[in-house]
């Protein structure tokens, strides 16, 4: 106390005795504001603050061969109004690190439209059709990085951690290297990625990732407070959180600036001494991707075809995976569909990885919200109870054997539970998402959904997977309108289940690899 008593003495002495410029740099707790530039300046006895009258101030310094660290998921939490005013500047040459890249017209896709950006470093391409013309055109590198990866990576450059270890992407491209991220014109690889050491720990492979640091980060926050403070609503807050941290210079745009005080200290999710310059954003279009909200009660059901009635079997026997008090993750299309068929009697917690637990049913029109979507982009809702979170504490559940079940689809899986589902090389590419952080936890139960057979009745249950892989020997489960495989990571597929009027005979006729019958094999059950 009597450090505190003398502390507090001189410091009244020193502000008696000191005027001018230097006297402004001794305030801390409630910063004074001043105009030039455009910006007013809180400041510290260390940094600045800046308070920035528009966007097109706050971005105007940004040079050519600046890699940005871009906020957002899908289009939701974008800061759209700095992305609109770096898109004036002409600034080219760029690397931007982001989730995604917004979509053809909007977000980040204007920066990929006038050739701004040089490289992405993300984990999704989407629905982004320029993106993924460049990328294949050889006109756009692209590092395509898992997304627990990346938000990790983020995190750990902002924390001051070179380098950490994970298992995602053990025994994919992402480790053995090679992965192109350019093409050359005529289709073949100008660059590709490097590998990556590998190390085992208590008998598990896992390989070294590097951490991501930026030079500007372009955030979008809900409100800050005037000493620097922000915070975020709802999924806005995704990547937006962990970028704060990772960069030179973070640029925070808000909807509202509020006095200090506004924030009970304990509700803020950035404290000020991350945030570099903030503006207040004029208008937001906030565009959704997918509204998506419940049916009418008298909508009138479509009639149903017969890929309808291939999908709704394997949902219903999908739904049957799920217990009492469980925590999962559904991936998009089958496995979120599945969750319409739980048991009335059972509670399950649903988690997405853009950072919500506790994911609710679509919302009627009037309950539509843009800072409210799941990973697949869609608005929802959530129920009583639900908590919201950054991505990179999201992949820390999915990552730390949190979840109990982990369901989505497939292009191919392996006898010894391989995956792949998400590239095609040369053709399709829409980048792995968060899928191969989901398969990477050896306590979570993975089950794969997915139509027997592709198109043509070409095989996609296999020997060896011949598309590059999710993830390795991952697979605890297949459940196809067919047939259900339980798969034992060395002895191979089991088949336990098998759709009525079919017999094993029938399943091994449109499976490419054998596999065991069960003594106990039954017809396969529907909810």
Same mark, same amino acid.
């Given at each position: 106390?009597?450090?505190?008593?003398?502390?507090?003495?001189?410091?009244?002495?020193?502000?008696?005795?000191?005027?001018?410029?230097?006297?402004?740099?001794?305030?801390?707790?409630?910063?004074?504001?001043?105009?030039?530039?455009?910006?007013?300046?809180?400041?510290?006895?260390?940094?600045?603050?800046?308070?920035?009258?528009?966007?097109?101030?706050?971005?105007?310094?940004?040079?050519?061969?600046?890699?940005?660290?871009?906020?957002?998921?899908?289009?939701?939490?974008?800061?759209?109004?700095?992305?609109?005013?770096?898109?004036?500047?002409?600034?080219?040459?760029?690397?931007?690190?982001?989730?995604?890249?917004?979509?053809?017209?909007?977000?980040?896709?204007?920066?990929?439209?006038?050739?701004?950006?040089?490289?992405?470093?993300?984990?999704?391409?989407?629905?982004?059709?320029?993106?993924?013309?460049?990328?294949?055109?050889?006109?756009?590198?692209?590092?395509?990085?898992?997304?627990?990866?990346?938000?990790?990576?983020?995190?750990?450059?902002?924390?001051?951690?070179?380098?950490?270890?994970?298992?995602?992407?053990?025994?994919?491209?992402?480790?053995?290297?090679?992965?192109?991220?350019?093409?050359?014109?005529?289709?073949?690889?100008?660059?590709?990625?490097?590998?990556?050491?590998?190390?085992?720990?208590?008998?598990?492979?896992?390989?070294?990732?590097?951490?991501?640091?930026?030079?500007?980060?372009?955030?979008?926050?809900?409100?800050?407070?005037?000493?620097?403070?922000?915070?975020?609503?709802?999924?806005?807050?995704?990547?937006?959180?962990?970028?704060?941290?990772?960069?030179?210079?973070?640029?925070?745009?808000?909807?509202?600036?509020?006095?200090?005080?506004?924030?009970?200290?304990?509700?803020?999710?950035?404290?000020?001494?991350?945030?570099?310059?903030?503006?207040?954003?004029?208008?937001?279009?906030?565009?959704?991707?997918?509204?998506?909200?419940?049916?009418?009660?008298?909508?009138?059901?479509?009639?149903?075809?017969?890929?309808?009635?291939?999908?709704?079997?394997?949902?219903?026997?999908?739904?049957?995976?799920?217990?009492?008090?469980?925590?999962?993750?559904?991936?998009?299309?089958?496995?979120?569909?599945?969750?319409?068929?739980?048991?009335?009697?059972?509670?399950?917690?649903?988690?997405?990885?853009?950072?919500?637990? *506790? !994911?609710?049913?679509?919302?009627?029109?009037?309950?539509?919200?843009? %800072?409210? /979507?799941? =990973?697949?982009?869609? #608005?929802?809702?959530?129920?009583?109870?639900?908590?919201?979170?950054?991505?990179?504490?999201?992949?820390?559940?999915?990552?730390?054997?949190?979840?109990?079940?982990?369901?989505?689809?497939?292009?191919?899986?392996?006898?010894?539970?391989?995956?792949?589902?998400?590239?095609?090389?040369?053709?399709?590419?829409?980048?792995?998402?968060?899928?191969?952080?989901?398969?990477?936890?050896?306590?979570?139960?993975?089950?794969?959904?997915?139509?027997?057979?592709?198109?043509?009745?070409?095989?996609?249950?296999?020997?060896?997977?011949?598309?590059?892989?999710?993830?390795?020997?991952?697979?605890?489960?297949?459940?196809?309108?067919?047939?259900?495989?339980?798969?034992?990571?060395?002895? *191979? !597929?089991?088949?336990?289940?098998?759709?009525?009027?079919?017999?094993? %005979?029938? /399943?091994? =006729?449109?499976?490419? #690899?054998?596999?065991?019958?069960?003594?106990?094999?039954?017809?396969?059950?529907?909810?």
């Amino acid at each position: 106390m009597a450090a505190f008593k003398a502390l507090y003495r001189a410091e009244n002495i020193l502000f008696k005795n000191l005027s001018g410029p230097g006297r402004v740099k001794l305030i801390l707790a409630y910063p004074k504001l001043s105009k030039a530039c455009g910006c007013y300046f809180s400041t510290s006895s260390q940094r600045s603050l800046k308070f920035c009258s528009d966007p097109a101030d706050a971005v105007k310094d940004i040079p050519n061969g600046s890699t940005i660290l871009v906020g957002g998921f899908g289009l939701c939490g974008i800061p759209e109004n700095l992305i609109n005013s770096l898109l004036k500047t002409g600034v080219k040459g760029l690397t931007a690190v982001s989730n995604n890249a917004g979509v053809d017209n909007f977000g980040l896709g204007l920066l990929l439209k006038t050739k701004q950006i040089k490289r992405m470093i993300s984990s999704y391409v989407g629905e982004n059709a320029e993106f993924e013309r460049q990328y294949l055109a050889g006109e756009l590198e692209v590092e395509l990085t898992p997304q627990g990866t990346l938000a990790e990576k983020i995190r750990a450059g902002g924390a001051g951690i070179p380098a950490f270890f994970t298992p995602t992407g053990y025994g994919t491209l992402i480790q053995e290297g090679g992965a192109p991220i350019k093409y050359n014109k005529d289709g073949s690889i100008a660059i590709a990625s490097e590998k990556r050491e590998v190390k085992e720990f208590n008998g598990r492979h896992y390989i070294m990732e590097k951490a991501i640091t930026g030079d500007y980060a372009l955030v979008k926050a809900w409100k800050a407070d005037k000493a620097g403070n922000i915070i975020f609503r709802k999924t806005a807050r995704n990547f937006n959180q962990p970028m704060c941290k990772a960069a030179k210079t973070t640029i925070v745009e808000v909807e509202e600036v509020v006095d200090v005080g506004t924030f009970a200290a304990e509700d803020i999710h950035i404290p000020s001494i991350y945030v570099h310059r903030i503006v207040q954003g004029e208008s937001y279009e906030k565009r959704i991707e997918k509204r998506t909200v419940q049916k009418k009660q008298d909508e009138k059901p479509k009639p149903k075809k017969d890929s309808d009635i291939v999908r709704e079997r394997i949902i219903r026997r999908a739904a049957l995976e799920f217990e009492d008090g469980m925590y999962a993750n559904l991936g998009i299309g089958i496995p979120t569909l599945a969750s319409n068929f739980i048991k009335p009697d059972i509670t399950v917690h649903f988690q997405s990885e853009n950072g919500i637990l *506790g !994911l609710g049913p679509y919302p009627t029109e009037d309950m539509v919200d843009a %800072d409210l /979507i799941n =990973a697949g982009k869609e #608005t929802v809702t959530v129920l009583p109870g639900a908590a919201y979170f950054a991505s990179d504490e999201s992949f820390g559940m999915i990552r730390g054997g949190h979840l109990n079940l982990t369901m989505l689809g497939a292009m191919q899986v392996s006898k010894y539970g391989d995956l792949a589902n998400w590239m095609i090389p040369g053709k399709m590419v829409k980048g792995m998402g968060g899928a191969m952080d989901l398969v990477s936890s050896a306590g979570t139960k993975v089950v794969v959904t997915m139509e027997h057979s592709a198109k043509g009745g070409k095989h996609k249950i296999l020997e060896k997977c011949n598309l590059p892989l999710t993830g390795k020997q991952c697979v605890d489960r297949i459940i196809t309108e067919k047939a259900v495989f339980d798969v034992d990571k060395t002895k *191979g !597929l089991t088949l336990i289940e098998v759709a009525e009027g079919l017999t094993p %005979d029938d /399943i091994k =006729a449109c499976t490419g #690899t054998d596999f065991e019958v069960s003594p106990n094999l039954r017809t396969m059950q529907q909810t």
